[in-house]
């Protein structure tokens, strides 16, 4: 599944924040790392100088990665995002690692530029780094939180997160947030009406029985599975949770319910990838539900 990692690095030290995490996941599967950059057409000149910037990142690697990881270099000519989904295409690549910044600091892998590309064209789970002026030199996960929304989309993350929780021995979280109310078209627009507490108390006792059932997928790969239903608005109660309980990574799909309420990509998903602080772990959902693994 994570046999094979790509690392999209820019020539940044912000960008270079992805390694840590890269050399945490590549050792503990035995994976290939592909440290690839771009140089766009107009860049070209400057080949020869990103080979040699790879050659060096690849040679501080060798006292970090385990004897079983091999570590492949590529710089590619193009259009960064474009060339870096088709290469993960082309190599079969099972994770792209990247920072949600990069060499301008606040433009070149910003997202709503490649980053954003990028999710928005692969179908394989992303790991998007927030860059950060106090970087971590190594990494080490313990907690991972899976954000659930009682939708297939929104379960087609749990086999990644469950293959990360086996082989990193991470305790895996299942948050389910249950709304207060709902939207409504009215005669005046769209407005938000609260369910009453009785309702609410069978909506939690219903996410609590659904949480309860796909623990059990785990089975005996995860040492700890721990369902959690909490309510409130997805976005506030996902990002307060994992601050709260001190998770190192936020897993979830970029598309969930459809209609008013839906978790996709530009909404819940969005607002988290935007605005927290942990690593997330992304798989992004097209037309069409993902291939498991």
């Known amino acids: 599944m994570f046999q ?11 960008a270079e924040q992805a390694l840590p995490y890269a050399v945490e996941i590549a050792n503990a599967f035995a994976s290939e790392l592909f440290l690839v950059t771009v140089c766009q057409s107009q860049e070209v000149d400057f080949t020869p100088a990103s080979k040699a910037y790879l050659d060096k990142r690849a040679e ?29 295409v082309k190599k079969d690549i099972g994770l792209i690692i990247m920072t949600s910044r990069g ?35 190594t990494v080490k996960f313990k907690r991972c939180l899976v954000t659930l929304d009682g939708s297939e989309r929104g379960e087609a993350i749990l086999p990644y997160a469950g293959e990360l929780g086996e082989k990193l021995s991470l305790e895996i979280v299942l948050l389910r947030v249950v709304a207060p ?12 009406v609260y369910f009453k507490d009785r309702d609410i ?16 997928r785990f089975g005996h ?10 309510v409130g608005e997805p976005d506030l109660e996902i990002m307060k949770y994992a601050e709260k309980h001190d998770c190192d990574l936020i897993a979830m799909s970029s598309h969930g319910h459809s ?8 909404s819940v998903t969005y607002k988290i990838i ?6 997330i772990l992304l798989l992004p959902l097209k037309s069409d539900l993902a291939e498991s693994p």
Do not use: C
């Open 274 to 279: 935007h605005q927290s602080t942990r690593p």
């Open 201 to 216: 108390e069978i909506m939690k006792a219903d996410a609590q029985e659904y949480l309860n059932k796909l623990s059990i």
């Open 60 to 88: 501080q690697l060798k006292g970090k990665v385990s004897g079983g990881v091999k570590v492949r270099k590529e710089v590619l000519v193009g259009r960064p995002a474009r060339g870096i989904t088709e290469y993960a």
């Open 181 to 192: 109310g709902k939207h409504v078209h009215t005669i005046g627009g769209l407005d938000f």
């Open 221 to 230: 790969k995860v040492s700890t599975v721990r369902p959690e239903v909490r």
């Open 103 to 137: 060499r301008s600091g606040i433009a070149s892998w910003l997202l709503g530029s490649t980053a954003n590309e990028i999710i928005h064209s692969v179908k394989i789970p992303i790991l998007l780094i927030k860059a950060s002026a106090s970087a971590p030199v």
């Open 4 to 14: 094979r990692l790509l690392v999209a690095l820019d020539g940044s030290q912000l």
């Open 259 to 266: 209609f008013v309420e839906q978790w996709t990509y530009g």
